[in-house]
């Protein structure tokens, strides 16, 4: 499956990103607990990974317990790197990240060195929703920060930390398929690149194996777990469509309708806590995903070789 999602102004984003880096002493990058290897922006891994790292798994309410945990000691086990999940809606932890940001970087604070923080993430994860909450009935000053019109704001969080705000920013090429399928999931990439019903045939075939009592209570498809294993993904789409009444004129399943509502009720948690990968599955689709991508440049380089378009010729 193709997905692709890089738009214009997200090259504008890197680059704001690029140049606010160099200011800042801790990056918050939010991701999704439900996805949080595929909501990991390697761009944004290239262009912070020189500053002391947060890693906030937001959405903790609609994960897994158990592999957010095991998420959490992946991401606490890297150096120069914390990692904590939290509802971005609930204040009590939202609030604790202010302290982990102070631990990650006890040389700044106070009025005459002030601690940067820098929060980003992919579009969709809650970044907005955890400023408003940490922000409360503060009225911090915002703005938009020169130069940086309609990319950048600056939120107070308090008397000595200063909040760098950035839009949700993407990355240019997928290397791990996989990824492609959660972030679509998930609601991070417009619905204008991918395809419903294949991300749906994706999020079931998962699910009936990882999930596989989730998926018979939320729809009673009267199989064992064993059972479910074996069937289809088109079959569990056709079996939903028709018990959910997605149906068109002589009473045929609207394939197209019934995978939204799969989508739909997935990110509304109406199925249960779900996370759709391991660490361990995730670092395996990534040596897969990054092979074959070099695998793929160095095809290109036999067939094309290191020739590069040449502009015009300049004028004397």
Request: aromatic share 4%; net charge positive.
């Amino acid at each position: 499956m193709s997905v692709q999602w890089f738009p214009g102004h997200m090259h504008l984003t890197r680059q704001a990103i690029a140049d606010r880096v160099k200011t800042i002493d801790v990056v918050i990058e939010m991701l999704d607990a439900r996805l949080p290897g595929s909501s990991a922006n390697p761009l944004l891994g290239e262009l912070t990974r020189k500053r002391a790292t947060l890693k906030v798994l937001n959405k903790q309410d609609l994960a897994d317990p158990e592999r957010t945990a095991a998420w959490l000691a992946h991401y606490n086990a890297q150096p120069g790197t914390r990692a904590i999940a939290l509802d971005a809606g609930n204040p009590a932890p939202a609030r604790a990240l202010v302290a982990a940001c102070r631990e990650l970087a006890p040389n700044r604070g106070g009025m005459a060195k002030p601690l940067r923080v820098l929060i980003c993430g992919v579009p969709n994860v809650g970044k907005s929703t955890l400023i408003n909450t940490l922000m409360g009935k503060r009225s911090a000053k915002t703005g938009d920060e020169a130069g940086v019109t309609r990319t950048e704001q600056r939120v107070a969080l308090a008397d000595d930390v200063y909040l760098f705000d950035t839009p949700g920013v993407l990355w240019p090429r997928i290397v791990v398929p996989q990824s492609g399928i959660h972030l679509a999931a998930s609601g991070a990439v417009g619905r204008n690149a991918y395809d419903d019903q294949e991300v749906a045939l994706e999020l079931l075939d998962n699910l009936k194996l990882a999930y596989p009592g989730l998926l018979r209570a939320r729809y009673p498809l009267g199989d064992s777990d064993a059972a479910l294993a074996d069937r289809p993904a088109e079959d569990l789409l056709e079996a939903i469509g028709r018990q959910r009444g997605a149906l068109v004129s002589g009473g045929r399943v609207d394939a197209q309708k019934a995978a939204e509502l799969v989508i739909a009720d997935f990110r509304a948690a109406l199925m249960g806590r779900i996370t759709l990968e391991t660490p361990g599955q995730y670092l395996a689709w990534l040596k897969a995903g990054q092979a074959a991508d070099a695998e793929r440049q160095r095809l290109k380089r036999e067939r094309f070789g290191d020739e590069r378009p040449r502009g015009r010729p300049r004028r004397r």
